[in-house]
């Protein structure tokens, strides 16, 4: 994972060792190690004057959560880390590469230390268009915006990556029962697509009870990626094995009733087996590559879905992100450019464009933007860096 371009650049190499000595003095791993070795355990030890420290660090860590009455509570992050602490350890079954908050970390240095590679081989054009999927797109706005530097942006998905771990239930083994999966519906057949999946999955989730979702639309008519519990989406594949091997072109063959009927029947019948599997497998389904579904390796948190709504507020009062300083951005490596994941539109200042983004996400820092637009003057200099800062830390 980008270990080539440190030993060969020496842009790519100030990046991956800046991110680690800040990573070690901070929070007392170095990611290079997790990367080159894969530990499966790694443990914090807390004894000295730099231990202390990072310890603290630890302990600072925390999120805002809101009770049933709706009043905010301060929680902190890593509850069993206090002031008698004498170490921490990082597990996971399959490496630590494979936790979510390590990942990340990995992932946004490998994009960065590639994108300042190519910054120093004249490779960028100074006004490019750009954007990023997911994860990338904290990569693309630390690239090419400057809107974070490196060891900002690490903070960011470390704590990112711990909230969205703690977010789901593990075993005793860390392993959550989430997952996510590309799907390809053109593998199916000629007529299976895009509404045929969505049927698919609908009726997975409704017969299951349990978690499944489309949340990424990346090529239209032959990928998509699903995110939901193991049940759900190894009865998904089931399914689509199903359709596959006995050449059942449901839309084309069968009336719209025959076919709601028949795909119950089929669903059920997938669902029972992955049941049967989940036993087998004492509790825990490991899933395989099906003929139309691909497991993404290493994710074991549903992203994009549902089931992470809780986490917004959490990671919205990340202290990292607020070192987002709106004075220091320039909205005209923004506008026009950034293409934000949210809508897919070029980035605008105007009260068009913040009415679009306001529809999306209900923000009440919108809605005070939005109301108060000719009177606060929001496409003045300043204010325009307001705008920037206030749509980028939605």
């Known amino acids: 994972m980008g270990m080539d371009l440190y030993s060969s650049s020496p842009a790519a190499q100030a990046v991956w060792d800046g991110a680690d000595e800040h990573l070690l003095a901070v929070y007392g791993f170095p990611i290079i190690e997790l990367v080159k070795q894969i530990p499966k355990q790694k443990t914090i030890h807390f004894s000295g004057i730099k231990g202390q420290a990072i310890r603290q660090h630890y302990i600072d860590m925390t999120y805002d959560t809101m009770d049933k009455d709706g009043n905010i509570k301060t929680l902190p992050l890593f509850a069993d880390i206090n002031n008698r602490t004498l170490k921490y350890t990082f597990s996971h079954p399959s490496g630590l590469l494979f936790a979510t908050q390590f990942a990340q970390i990995a992932l946004v240095v490998t994009e960065k230390a590639a994108f300042n590679n190519m910054r120093s081989k004249d490779l960028v054009q100074p006004n490019c268009t750009f954007t990023g999927h997911s994860l990338g797109e904290y990569s693309a706005l630390a690239s090419i915006a400057d809107v974070l530097p490196v060891l900002s942006l690490v903070d960011v998905m470390f704590y990112h990556g711990i909230t969205m771990q703690?977010?789901?239930?593990?075993?005793?083994?860390?392993?959550?029962?989430?997952?996510?999966?590309?799907?390809?519906?053109?593998?199916?057949?000629?007529?299976?697509?895009?509404?045929?999946?969505?049927?698919?999955?609908?009726?997975?989730?409704?017969?299951?009870?349990?978690?499944?979702?489309?949340?990424?639309?990346?090529?239209?008519?032959?990928?998509?990626?699903?995110?939901?519990?193991?049940?759900?989406?190894?009865?998904?594949?089931?399914?689509?094995?199903?359709?596959?091997?006995?050449?059942?072109?449901?839309?084309?063959?069968?009336?719209?009733?025959?076919?709601?009927?028949?795909?119950?029947?089929?669903?059920?019948?997938?669902?029972?087996?992955?049941?049967?599997?989940?036993?087998?497998?004492?509790?825990?389904?490991?899933?395989?590559?099906?003929?139309?579904?691909?497991?993404?390796?290493?994710?074991d948190v549903p992203f994009h879905s549902r089931y992470l709504w809780a986490g917004v507020m959490p990671f919205r009062a990340c202290k990292s992100l607020q070192k987002i300083n709106s004075a220091h951005l320039n909205p005209n490596l923004l506008v026009g450019k950034y293409i934000p994941n949210l809508i897919a539109k070029p980035f605008e200042i105007s009260w068009e464009y913040a009415q679009i983004i306001y529809d999306q996400t209900s923000s009440p820092h919108l809605d005070k933007v939005l109301k108060n637009w000719e009177r606060d003057n929001w496409t003045s200099l300043k204010q325009c860096q307001n705008l920037a800062y206030t749509v980028l830390s939605l």
Do not use: W
């Open 166 to 299: 703690r977010a789901m239930q593990r075993d005793a083994h860390n392993r959550s029962n989430y997952a996510m999966c590309a799907v390809n519906p053109s593998r199916i057949s000629k007529t299976f697509n895009e509404v045929a999946l969505h049927e698919v999955v609908e009726v997975i989730a409704h017969r299951s009870n349990v978690l499944l979702e489309i949340v990424n639309y990346n090529v239209e008519g032959s990928q998509y990626v699903c995110a939901g519990d193991l049940l759900a989406l190894q009865s998904l594949m089931n399914v689509l094995n199903y359709l596959k091997k006995e050449n059942i072109d449901i839309q084309k063959t069968y009336s719209v009733d025959r076919v709601k009927e028949m795909l119950q029947e089929i669903v059920d019948n997938c669902i029972k087996a992955a049941r049967q599997k989940q036993e087998a497998d004492n509790g825990y389904i490991v899933l395989e590559h099906g003929f139309a579904t691909i497991p993404l390796p290493g994710i």
